[in-house]
């Protein structure tokens, strides 16, 4: 409940002063690499393989996703002052911009991005294309906490859910209704996903973006961040693509998440220390 009650404390100055705690989060995660030595091995550990086996590299960049970790709480205090109408144009470098036109065709899209830079905050800048949309996201504990991080996220616009049945069924819902849908691709949460290979490691990533894809005929749309300094970020654009409707509903659904995979792959080699968070993925994620 610590997290809870400094959030609570704290936000309202962090939201007014947003450049001041940036800077202090960039402090805050380097006395945590110093002193946690638990956190900085596992982050080593999920960079080596983005940094071909380089180990003082993967140090490097460990310790920088170190820092986009703490500064993503600085994010999340300022979302309820945010203007996401101007934020697109006053903070987002886009790459491959012009993708972003099936944003303002009719029918269902679903907005798969990945645990870098901020893909919440870039996705929800992205769809003030006209476009309403729900997310997916991570179930935390305790459920107070959760609840809390629902609310401050869903006062930027959008309505998030918790990845579980309820959340689902609302995804489906909104997809049908012609919507959009924004979910990470990246971390098995659920523990049901789908073998593919990363970066020559044999890992699950989540099977629930192809699937209500598939199951509604939407369009998939691959985005991913990454931050360049404090709340500026750059953003990739995929090709939208469907996932395939044979007979053979795994292979459809394998055939998607590869295709997902190698992009993610790629944006990973770009800066390895933008896939930010504590976990060891590599570990966590093992297809054994």
């Not at 140090?59 to 300022?78: C, I, S, W």
């Not at 906490?145 to 309820?166: D, K, P, Q, V």
């Not at 976990?279 to 966590?284: L, Q, R, S, V």
Request: proline share 4%.
């Amino acid at each position: 409940m610590t997290k809870l009650w400094l959030m609570r404390v704290l936000r309202p100055i962090v939201a007014r002063f947003p450049w001041v705690f940036y800077a202090v989060a960039h402090g805050v995660a380097g006395t945590a690499w110093l002193t946690r030595r638990d956190i900085r091995r596992m982050l080593v550990r999920n960079m080596l393989p983005l940094c071909d086996g380089d180990i003082a590299r993967a140090r490097r960049e460990g310790r920088r996703a170190m820092r986009f970790v703490a500064q993503y709480y600085v994010d999340l205090a300022t979302l309820p002052r945010r203007d996401m109408a101007r934020f697109e144009s006053e903070h987002l470098a886009l790459v491959h911009g012009e993708r972003l036109a099936v944003l303002e065709q009719p029918g269902p899209i679903v907005v798969v991005s990945a645990h870098t830079g901020n893909a919440e905050l870039a996705v929800q800048a992205l769809t003030f294309r006209g476009r309403s949309f729900v997310a997916l996201v991570e179930e935390l504990k305790p459920p107070a906490w959760s609840e809390y991080l629902l609310h401050l996220r869903a006062a930027a616009g959008g309505h998030f859910h918790e990845a579980n049945f309820g959340g689902v069924r609302a995804c489906v819902e909104a997809l049908k209704a012609g919507q959009l849908v924004g979910v990470m691709g990246d971390r098995d949460i659920q523990g049901t996903g789908v073998c593919v290979t990363l970066f020559d490691r044999e890992v699950r990533i989540p099977r629930g973006p192809w699937e209500l894809a598939r199951r509604t005929n939407a369009l998939v749309l691959p985005v991913f961040c990454s931050r360049i300094e404090r709340d500026d970020f750059a953003v990739w654009v995929g090709e939208a693509f469907r996932v395939a409707s044979s007979d053979d509903m795994e292979a459809d659904v394998a055939e998607a998440a590869e295709r997902y995979t190698k992009l993610l792959e790629d944006h990973l080699k770009r800066d390895p220390a933008q896939w930010a968070f504590l976990e060891d993925f590599w570990k966590a994620h093992a297809c054994e």
